[in-house]
């Protein structure tokens, strides 16, 4: 059968329209889902920098040329790049000082790839250096004034640091040390209560090791230390002074799954184990120290008799661990914790030459654990929330007798063979012997705290950037005593009028909680001007009352290497036996005198200035003043005080017995308690200077710093005209620290430290000693002199009253450190060896003055108690 041509003719063109329909589907098919195949065929590239210390590296520049691709690795040394095509590609990491590092990546479709960038410095031998990324030199556009960092290697090279973040601190400017045996830090003119402590964002209310000698952060495991001296913003609450914010590194996965670190000194050892996780990108960091001299120390202190029993010369140990997992481009968190315990055990030898002797057992315990989440919705938006729980437990029980000198009228502790001897004698006259002072209790504290707190970034545009957060803490704070005084030693007590009315059995804890909001925005509104404004919101629940505490700040861009910032704010710390803790006082929290507390406020006046003279100096100045407002302290309350005076007229010999003082009487006076009052305000202020010359990368090379700060510190008391210099107020401080990269294995860095005295209080005097009898029949109370066993008048020192206190200074301090440290590659492992020595030409610095009555001649006999004396130290690290 044939077709006519018609009708072949139109089954032809059916198909041909038919065809070109598939064809045009085919290409809009193509079109449309191209970008869809592309974008599905895309990549992501996740990295960390770190150096040779595998610390993090800031400021490096990432790219993939090929494609015209790249990033700065951020604070924490972490880089991204997203939808890269898939396929080969060769990455490319720079930075100033550095040897160009260079790998080869393949990256699969819808997959995550991850590398590690290990940069090695150059040696450059040429007279030019460079100057590296400095997380000193702050952008223009940061508004915070009063900004100090220190890179971890610092913390670990310092000289006469002790390896200690804390220490290193202390020679910054406006940072003081209360001694060399502490680690506190005194910032501007406030106590170690008044600065907010964090870890990874955590409160931690005890940082401290070796009841104070260092801190618990570990500079092996820091990536970040800023502390925030004055002015700081409305993201943190419930402290009048300062903050620390340290953050913990990430695992080190240069080497796989595994790498590792060892560092040995004379007195500690500090293992650091970390690595790469096989799933979800994650890393691990897990470090452990413990010291070891109180285990070679305390078998040598039971040999020689000095001690009985089991010892435990002061000793610490701990374990930290961060495992972080990003699981997505968009989701990153991290688990993190800390356990750690410090241990006292000490008794006197039954067979000691000294009468006097002593029992201590003390044990204390540091834990932590935390997990913070944070999520990136967009590019413009960061959110995190993290939950934490900590808890600081101690206990403490003691006993011993003493004050063998003072009974006997000697100025120094008497032997065994000398007091066994009196007593002989006095048995031989049928007197009854004497005793020495007895005392024995025990102690105990319990800090818990449950935290959820969220922070969110919002970056509206180049020019605002809004950050908001909440933040709640349930807390229990409790402390516990039990006394068991000799009548002598409260009558001893009785006798300063500055010693608190304490009760001789205790046991306070309070419950409670904490909550707080905040808001502030950043505007750059011109190029040179940018501005924060900040407000935050709490409520203290101890006291039941809520505060609300606005906060500004701003910079101006005198010219691109000058800037002047500024900041004022309003700022609030509600009491708490935490922050007792450290300030070393007992308050009674539990009375129903707390709710009438208000919280101690601070309003903050600060002006900087810094300038870059060139890409390796920098010279900062600010001003600052604080002024203090409801303070607490102890109540001071009318009571009975105990008074003799001289009968007139009697030879000066009849002074020395009972019979030449009037019958002690009872009249009013002014005496501490133990309850809280807001009874106090004061003042801070004054200004510092900062040369520092950042640290370049190459040989014979040279940084560090200079600094001087001027400071000013009081305190006013109602009653009393004269302001009380605050305990730490320092009028002069001067700072330089410096370091020498002599040659690639060698480094040479010092430290000089001066400050003028801290401010004390001296007697003004002698007095007979009152002890107080009551009738046990009628209650009545009756007033004695009281005297020794051959009835001479026993004397105290007295201190004078109130304002007395901190009216004389302590000598002046200063002091010289000197660290080497020599470098070696062996066995392909890198390892650092040290010598560390401290206060070089032994300076006999005074921590303390102590007073003891010499009988003799009636007057004060004085003790100078000395801080640290020359001591060198050897150690060693290992890479693995």
Not at 309 to 317: H, I, K, M, S, T
Request: aromatic fraction near 12%; proline fraction near 4%.
């Amino acid at each position: 059968m044939c077709s006519s041509p018609h009708t072949l003719f139109d089954n032809q063109h059916i198909m041909s329209i038919i065809s070109a329909v598939r064809i045009a589907l085919l290409l809009g098919a193509f079109f449309v889902c191209s970008p869809l195949l592309l974008l599905a065929q895309t990549a992501t590239l996740r990295g960390t920098v770190y150096d040779r210390d595998r610390a993090p590296l800031t400021g490096v520049t990432v790219q993939i040329k090929s494609l015209k691709r790249g990033t700065y690795s951020k604070r924490d040394g972490t880089v991204y790049l997203k939808n890269l095509p898939a396929g080969t590609h060769t990455v490319e990491a720079t930075l100033i000082g550095y040897e160009v590092w260079r790998s080869t990546v393949t990256m699969k479709a819808d997959e995550t790839q991850n590398i590690s960038i290990v940069m090695k410095q150059s040696q450059v031998k040429t007279g030019t250096v460079e100057v590296t990324a400095s997380r000193r030199v702050q952008e223009q556009t940061d508004t915070r004034p009063s900004v100090l960092t220190v890179d971890p290697r610092e913390a670990k090279y310092k000289a006469g640091a002790v390896e200690d973040v804390f220490r290193t601190l202390q020679s910054l400017p406006g940072v003081v040390a209360p001694s060399d045996f502490s680690s506190q830090l005194v910032v501007r003119g406030s106590g170690p209560d008044q600065n907010l402590i964090l870890m990874d964002n955590i409160e931690i209310f005890n940082p401290y090791r070796l009841y104070g000698f260092i801190s618990l952060f570990n500079p092996e495991t820091v990536s970040g230390i800023t502390l925030l001296t004055g002015g700081f913003n409305a993201k943190y609450t419930d402290r009048l002074s300062a903050v620390l914010d340290v953050t913990n590194r990430d695992g080190y996965t240069g080497n796989g799954y595994f790498a590792g670190k060892l560092n040995v000194s004379l007195t500690n050892a500090n293992l650091v184990t970390e690595g790469a996780l096989p799933f979800w990108n994650g890393s691990w960091l897990v470090s452990t120290r413990r010291t070891y001299y109180d285990l070679i120390a305390g078998p040598i202190a039971r040999s020689t008799g000095a001690v009985d029993g089991d010892v435990a010369l002061p000793n610490f140990r701990d374990l930290q661990f961060k495992a972080t997992f990003q699981p997505h481009s968009s989701l990153k968190f991290f688990i993190n914790g800390l356990t750690s315990r410090d241990n006292t055990q000490f008794q006197s030898g039954a067979n000691r030459n000294n009468i006097d002797s002593i029992s201590i057992v003390d044990r204390s315990f540091n834990d932590v654990i935390g997990t913070t989440f944070v999520w990136l919705p967009s590019d413009d938006f960061t959110s995190s929330l993290g939950v934490s729980y900590y808890v600081n437990t101690g206990a403490n029980s003691f006993g011993g007798q003493g004050g063998s000198g003072q009974i006997l009228g000697s100025t120094e502790q008497v032997s065994r063979e000398d007091f066994d001897r009196i007593n002989d004698t006095l048995r031989a006259r049928g007197q009854d012997p004497i005793s020495l002072f007895a005392v024995r209790g025990e102690t105990g504290f319990t800090f818990r705290k449950t935290s959820v707190k969220s922070d969110n970034v919002w970056r509206i545009d180049s020019a605002n950037t809004f950050e908001f957060g909440v933040q709640y803490d349930d807390i229990y704070t409790g402390v516990l005593a039990n006394f068991d005084f000799d009548p002598r030693l409260r009558a001893l007590r009785a006798s300063n009028p500055r010693a608190p009315a304490l009760p001789e059995s205790f046991e306070n804890g309070v419950n409670y909680f904490r909550a707080g909001v905040y808001a502030m925005d950043n505007i750059r509104l011109t190029n040179e001007l940018t501005v924060q404004a900040g407000v935050r919101a709490d409520y203290f629940a101890l006291i039941g009352k809520s505060y609300i505490a606005p906060r500004l700040s701003a910079s101006f861009a005198l010219s691109p290497q000058s800037t002047l910032r500024g900041a004022w704010g309003i700022y609030y710390q509600s009491p708490g036996y935490e922050k007792l803790f450290d300030a070393q006082v007992f308050l009674d929290l539990t009375s129903e005198s707390v709710t009438k507390l208000r919280a101690e406020r601070a309003i903050h006046y600060v002006l900087g200035f810094d300038h870059m003279l060139t890409k390796e100096w920098q010279f900062k100045a600010e001003a600052y003043y604080k002024d203090f407002n409801d303070l607490i302290l102890p109540e001071v309350k009318r009571g009975t005080i105990w008074k003799t005076e001289r009968i007139a007229g009697l030879p000066d010999s009849m002074y020395r017995k009972a019979e030449g003082w009037t019958t002690p009487v009872a009249i009013i006076g002014d005496s501490l308690t133990a309850t809280p009052v807001n009874s106090a305000t004061g003042g801070s202020y004054g200004f510092e200077v900062m040369l520092q010359k950042i640290q370049s990368v190459g040989e014979n090379t040279i940084y560090g710093w200079i600094s001087y700060s001027y400071a000013i510190s009081n305190r006013f008391r109602p009653g009393i005209s004269s302001p009380i210099p605050f305990n730490f107020d320092r009028r002069h401080a001067l700072n330089i620290v410096g370091g020498y990269k002599a040659a690639d294995w060698l480094d040479i860095s010092a430290t000089f430290t001066y400050g003028s005295g801290f401010p004390w209080t001296r007697p003004v005097g002698i007095r007979p000693r009152v002890y107080v009898l009551k009738d046990s029949t009628t209650g009545q109370a009756t007033g004695r002199v009281d005297t020794d066993y051959l009835g001479r008048v026993v004397y105290d020192v007295d201190r004078g009253g109130l304002e007395n206190v901190n009216q004389t200074r302590l000598p002046d301090y200063h002091r010289l450190d000197i660290r080497f440290t020599t470098y070696a590659d062996w066995w392909d492992w890198d390892w650092s060896f040290y010598l560390d020595i401290i206060n070089v030409y032994n300076r006999l610095n005074v921590v303390a003055e102590n007073y003891r009555v010499n009988r003799d001649s009636l007057s004060v006999n004085t003790r100078q108690s000395r801080m640290l004396p020359i001591l060198p130290t050897l150690g060693f690290s290992v890479k693995f």
